[in-house]
T-cell receptor
Framework: SQKIEQNSEALNIQEGKTATLTCNYT??????LQWYRQDPGRGPVFLLLIRENEKEKRKERLKVTFDTTLKQSLFHITASQPADSATYLCALSGMNYGGSQGNLIFGKGTKLSVKP | DSGVTQTPKHLITATGQRVTLRCSPRSGDLSVYWYQQSLDQGLQFLIQ???????AKGNILERFSAQQFPDLHSELNLSSLELGDSALYFC???????????FGPGTRLTVT
């Protein structure tokens, strides 16, 4: 079955530095990969989507890479701020259950803490 | 605010009981998804509906069922509740069958 690993449960960095989060997956070739942010007790918030034929995607201070050979995605937050502190979830498009790949398979997340 | 609404926000009930969780998707979204989040399991996909029809199913227990109505709102029914069903239940919606999903605030279910 598909397996997703987000390498660190927690990541602590200093304000202004670049945070790099890793997502690895096995036994699977997803059509796309997404990153979400989740604050305690709240629903995940969509950040970025990258397709299997794309290498890199950017949005403001966020950058995602997708290496289908390594089966890995890297998520970067540049010039990090304390407000970026949250849990970041990697999600892969699901297997083709009943003709749809809409469902997402989530990693367990990396809790990022940005210290001032 | 994602535009997805869920009710109730909190639910406390006893083992063996049945509850219904409700979700209204963002305006214009045709897909609704249900996820369960517990501390040890993370976010787990339960089921997806698209324009009223079931389109994908995850590891949803037989005690759980869902439906999507003509106005596109969805309900998740949980019956014969067990202590282990205590979790956050999220609804999400997307415009089409695939793509980015917008999550509601969740319903926190506590089974005592």
């Amino acid at each position: 079955s598909q397996k997703i690993e987000q390498n660190s449960e927690a990541l602590n960095i200093q304000e202004g530095k670049t945070a790099t989060l890793t997502c690895n997956y096995t036994n699977y070739s997803p059509a796309y990969l997404q990153w979400y942010r989740q604050d305690p007790g709240r629903g995940p918030v969509f950040l970025l989507l990258i397709r299997e034929n794309e290498k890199e995607k950017r949005k403001e201070r966020l950058k995602v890479t997708f290496d289908t050979t390594l089966k890995q995605s890297l998520f970067h937050i540049t010039a990090s701020q304390p407000a970026d502190s949250a849990t970041y979830l990697c999600a892969l498009s699901g297997m083709n259950y009943g003709g749809s790949q809409g469902n997402l398979i989530f990693g367990k997340g990396t809790k990022l803490s940005v210290k001032p | 605010d994602s535009g997805v609404t869920q009710t109730p926000k909190h639910l406390i009930t006893a083992t063996g009981q049945r509850v219904t969780l409700r979700c209204s998707p963002r305006s214009g979204d045709l897909s609704v998804y249900w996820y369960q989040q517990s501390l040890d399991q993370g976010l787990q996909f339960l089921i997806q509906y698209y324009n009223g029809e079931e389109r994908a199913k995850g590891n949803i227990l037989e005690r759980f069922s869902a439906q999507q109505f003509p106005d596109l709102h969805s309900e998740l029914n949980l019956s014969s509740l067990e202590l282990g069903d205590s979790a956050l239940y999220f609804c999400a919606s997307s415009q089409g069958l695939v793509g980015e999903q917008y999550f509601g605030p969740g319903t926190r279910l506590t089974v005592t």
